[in-house]
């Protein structure tokens, strides 16, 4: 597989691109009966094959040298991820979600700061400060609650008590995958930081391998039934995502030289394009505070990888 046509300019918009895609994917599965699970299932699937026919990789000679400490857990903390993904596009939306994996930076950020045991400098206090407050606008109600006791009969109130806990339920599932986005791919930063480029190659087959086997039996223990349709329609999905990781590499390699610009740029542009495509596309329900949230959460990302560029 020959990519050499394409500019190294285009592989930031180009890893953008795809990473929308497989949001949008998730976003539409249930809208045509589409298991977004066995779905996945076979986006890793596909996403190893494409890997291994783009990098040809062979087997080390000192297959046991490799850090498996950090290959074993970032298998774990990827499937988990992508599960989480799923259910908060479909729970939260894609606008709330794409702007809460944007702000999982924020978890090496305290990991680092945890471990040091020291008190972060004034900007980075600044920084954290504002990615947290972003994180509690994302996670507030995007809808004004239903309150049962405004019924005048008692059917009508009977109504309202029943939409009042499909909405109080709603909004818990939300807020709790929204976080798990959060944290998983905080996570995921924090293992792939420890990795050489080589590594990193082999630390995704191995991810691709272990996800494909992990939803699978995940199907299977949630007594999920496998359509053609699902299973088939992962093979798109795949595709999208093995070339959203590969393009991410390359603009990394690319702007390795200014690497916050990347970074900035990246999550900047990918909150934006989720942001328009909810609203315009999906007609997504978002608050006041949501709305907030994501500007607040632009400028946090700015913030941050300022102050990157100046450390």
Not at 47 to 59: D, Q
Not at 67 to 94: E, M, N, Q, R, T
Not at 269 to 285: D, H, N, P, Q, Y
Request: aromatic share 12%; with cysteine.
């Amino acid at each position: 597989m020959n990519l050499t046509f394409i500019p190294d300019i285009l592989y930031l918009p180009l890893a953008i691109l795809c990473s929308i895609m497989v949001a949008t994917f998730l976003k539409v599965a249930k809208r045509y009966n589409i298991v977004a699970d066995q779905a996945i299932a076979t986006n890793f699937l596909v996403a190893l094959g494409l890997m291994i026919l783009y990098f040809n990789p062979t087997v080390p000679e000192h297959i046991k040298t490799l850090p498996w400490v950090f290959f074993v857990p970032l298998a774990i903390v990827v499937s988990a991820a992508y599960i989480f993904l799923s259910k908060a596009i479909d729970h939260g939306g894609i606008a709330r979600t794409m702007s809460m994996q944007s702000l999982a930076s924020i978890i090496p950020v305290l990991a680092g700061t945890l471990l040091s045991r020291q008190l972060p400098a004034q900007p980075q206090l600044v920084a954290i400060g504002v990615m947290i407050l972003g994180v509690c606008f994302l996670l507030a109600r995007n809808e004004k609650k239903i309150n049962p006791k405004q019924a005048e009969i008692p059917a009508q109130k009977a109504q309202l008590t029943q939409q009042a806990t499909e909405q109080a339920r709603a909004t818990l599932f939300a807020r709790f995958f929204l976080l798990c986005v959060l944290v998983s791919y905080g996570i995921a930063s924090i293992l792939l930081a420890k990795l050489s480029n080589a590594e990193v190659i082999y630390a995704l087959l191995f991810c691709f391998a272990f996800g494909f086997v992990f939803m699978v039996l995940f199907v299977f223990l949630c007594y999920q039934t496998w359509t053609l349709k699902s299973a088939l329609s992962g093979i798109i999905l795949g595709i999208f995502y093995f070339f959203s990781l590969l393009f991410f590499l390359k603009a990394q390699q690319h702007f390795s030289a200014n690497p916050a610009h990347f970074f900035s740029s990246y999550h900047l542009v990918m909150i934006v394009l989720s942001l328009f495509i909810g609203l315009l596309i999906f007609r997504e329900k978002l608050g006041r505070i949501n709305l907030l949230g994501i500007i607040v959460s632009l400028i946090a990302i700015a913030i941050h990888n300022e102050i990157v560029l100046i450390n």
